[in-house]
């Protein structure tokens, strides 16, 4: 009997210790993974800490350039005001494609009288419209100087007035992130970062009113008068078409700029001013002629290959440079309005 109870209770001893074994065992496993997910999570919270504090530090320097270039901004304002108080005569700021737009293609009083007297006014038909353009051509060619450029300088104007020419300074902007509530995403935002290098001083410019009144000139003179007799014209009559100041390139020996006018009918159909009418003219009209063929003209015009590298134009003012005859194609079919 004793033996039995004895061996009971040994069995009673091993299946509680084996119990606790267990539980324990499962509670160690349970704290290990506890810990392993707290270890984890720590690391995370590590990983987000150091990358705010990054973004702190960024957010700080940003704060230091974004604080020194406002404080440049307030002294190029205070020399601006200083400058500007010393001008004895009335003036008007406008920025600089502004004013290129009504001071580069401009036309006075004197210039539409001029259209008026050579036209005689349209009768509202497309022939007497085109016949007025190609008087128009005509009669300021009929007047126009040639002068002899100094080398190198074909398209630079011979008639220019001063103006005063106000550069606030170049703008350099840095990048910086911040958190966005709504989006909850760090967003990037650009800063003014620093200003520098303001000046006003006096220089010389060039535009329709002043190469009219001189009537003499090289070819930018010429082209450019051209055209803002024909906005002159437009105006007076109601009616208009797409014209820009072209800038070519005559690719002989060595390359030669010079500048010509392109008025556009539709699609690519064109007519080409130069010192001389490069497209057809019929019965005193000017004619539009595809651009292949009119290119083609106005290479057998120089005898040499051209290539057509820019353009300017007003209404509003725009000026462009082109690299390939493909982007001028595009541009002249689908841009120039």
């Keep these: 009997m ?18 606790t074994f267990i539980y324990f065992n499962g509670l160690n496993g349970y704290l290990k993974f506890t810990l392993q997910q707290m270890a984890m999570r720590r690391n995370q919270v590590l990983g987000e ?8 530090y960024t957010l700080n320097e940003s704060y230091i350039d974004i604080t020194e270039a406002n404080e440049r901004l307030r002294e190029v304002y205070r020399s601006l005001q200083e400058n500007l108080s010393s001008i004895t005569y009335n003036y008007t700021l406008m920025n600089y494609f ?23 006014g349209w009768n509202g038909t497309d022939e007497d419209f085109q016949s007025d353009l190609y008087k ?30 106000i550069n606030i300074g170049a703008f350099n902007y840095g990048r910086t992130y911040v958190y966005s509530l709504e989006e909850h995403n760090w967003i990037a935002l650009d800063y ?22 001189n009537k003499q000139g090289v070819c930018w ?8 007799l024909y906005y002159a014209y437009y105006d007076v009559s ?14 002989r020996g060595f390359q030669e700029s010079h500048g010509v006018v392109f008025v556009k009918l539709e699609g690519d159909k064109v007519a080409i001013l130069d010192w001389d009418v490069v497209t057809p003219v019929k019965n005193g009209m000017l004619e539009f002629i595809p651009f292949e063929e009119a ?4 290479e057998e015009y120089w005898g040499h290959s051209i290539s057509y590298k820019g353009f300017m134009k007003g209404r509003p003012y725009e000026a462009r440079r082109f690299y390939s005859d493909e982007e001028f194609y595009e541009w002249l079919v689908n841009e120039l309005k």
């Design 2 to 19: 004793k033996t039995v109870v004895l061996i009971l209770v040994i069995a009673l001893l091993v299946t509680s210790n084996l119990y």
């Design 49 to 56: 800490y150091n990358i705010l504090n990054k973004y702190v």
């Design 98 to 120: 502004d004013f290129m737009g009504k001071f580069t293609f401009a036309y006075t009083d004197e210039m539409r009288d001029f259209v008026i007297n050579v036209t005689e």
């Design 136 to 165: 128009i051509y005509k009669a300021w060619r009929g007047i126009f100087k040639y002068v002899t450029p100094t080398l190198g300088e074909q398209q630079v104007s011979q008639s220019s007035e001063k103006f005063l020419f």
């Design 192 to 213: 003014l970062r620093e200003v520098h290098s303001y000046e006003i001083r006096p220089i010389d410019v060039s535009g329709a009113p002043n190469s009219f009144r």
């Design 221 to 228: 003179d010429f082209a450019v008068v051209l055209v803002a």
């Design 238 to 251: 109601g009616k208009s078409l797409p014209t820009a100041y072209i800038s070519i390139r005559i690719i």
């Design 295 to 298: 290119k083609k003209l106005h």
